[in-house]
């Protein structure tokens, strides 16, 4: 049987780059995208979804969710939203911004502070609830690609660690710049595929070394199907129709997880020099579209 061909920028000469059992990851020759495949059916995508916002994947990230609630304090995860939202602000004046996957609606919060009318929309019952109790937030369920929001309806539309979940990048990329008013922007931050640390451990893992699945299925998680990298993901932007107005950089904040120090202090050393070579373990990217 044949490999599938990318479901990023439809190349045909992709190959096997991991075998995680239950799924193979295939890398594309042409844009270097990693995907999973198969992919989960929309019932099985979000029960996974369910789990991973539990914290019922994985326990060393279960705490993450910890200071997203309304009693939340000042921490680097927080100074990125608010950033993130001032960077914002610099393409596109506050007006209104639909949040795709807001979580427990910490960012969407920020948003509202920052003058912003807030919207969002999860395939996670429970995440849409946590929304309201926290922040009063009215958050609607179901699938960003075929909600019946009105074309042109936002200036801003926000996808936050939530395109590489997603079973088809493409369309939401294509319903974002549907959505967008004209000179609208799309706000997206992803994992970065060809970080140090991805680097480093890919390397570990193709060479048999021990603990390679353990490392592998904390690299490849279950709620991630799509591995960006840079090139790729402002490729994919661009086809839509979009411009991107801005690239940037960002990390990982370790504060959040729970490691052992064995683990957490090389990890830092990594991410940091990785940042320094210009190998950060996020892709942060603004995009609008004309008009």
């Known amino acids: 049987m044949s490999n ?5 920028c439809g190349c045909d000469r992709t ?20 995907f999973a495949d198969p992919l989960p059916t929309h019932e099985e ?9 539990q914290g019922d994947l994985l326990p060393e990230v279960a705490e993450f ?13 927080i100074h990125g939203f608010r950033k993130g939202m001032r960077w914002i602000g610099q393409h596109r004046p506050p007006g209104s911004l639909l949040d795709v996957g807001p979580g427990t609606g910490i960012f ?13 929309i999860d395939i996670c019952e429970e995440s849409a609830q946590k929304a309201d109790q926290e922040f009063g937030l009215s958050v609607d369920v179901g699938e960003f690609e075929t909600h019946d929001y009105a074309l042109g309806s936002f200036d801003c539309i926000t996808m936050l660690d939530v395109l590489e979940h997603m079973l088809d990048p493409l369309a939401a990329i294509a319903r ?38 353990y490392f592998m299925d904390r690299l490849y ?14 490729a994919a932007l661009q086809r839509a129709g ?11 904040y370790l504060g959040r997880y729970r490691l052992p120090l064995w683990m957490r202090v090389p990890l830092e050393i990594v991410l940091k020099a990785g940042s320094f070579l210009g190998m950060s373990a996020k892709i942060l990217i603004i995009a609008r579209k004309p008009g």
């Open 4 to 8: 599938p061909n990318c479901k990023i």
């Open 15 to 34: 190959r096997v780059y991991h075998n995680q059992g239950r799924r193979k990851l295939y890398r594309c020759t042409a844009c270097h995208i990693v």
């Open 45 to 53: 995508k979000a029960e996974i979804e369910r789990l991973a916002y």
């Open 65 to 77: 969710f910890a200071n997203c609630h309304h009693d939340f304090t000042e921490d680097a995860v």
């Open 108 to 120: 969407l919060y920020l948003a509202a502070e920052a003058g912003w009318q807030p919207f969002g």
């Open 176 to 213: 974002a710049h549907e959505l967008l008013a004209p000179g609208g922007v799309l706000y997206i931050a992803v994992p970065n595929q060809h970080c140090l640390l991805t680097v480093i451990f890919d390397r570990y893992i193709r060479m048999h070394g021990p603990w390679r699945h």
């Open 221 to 234: 998680v279950d709620p991630h199907v799509f591995f960006f990298n840079p090139e790729a993901l402002s």
């Open 242 to 252: 979009f411009e991107i107005v801005g690239l940037r950089a960002g990390n990982v």
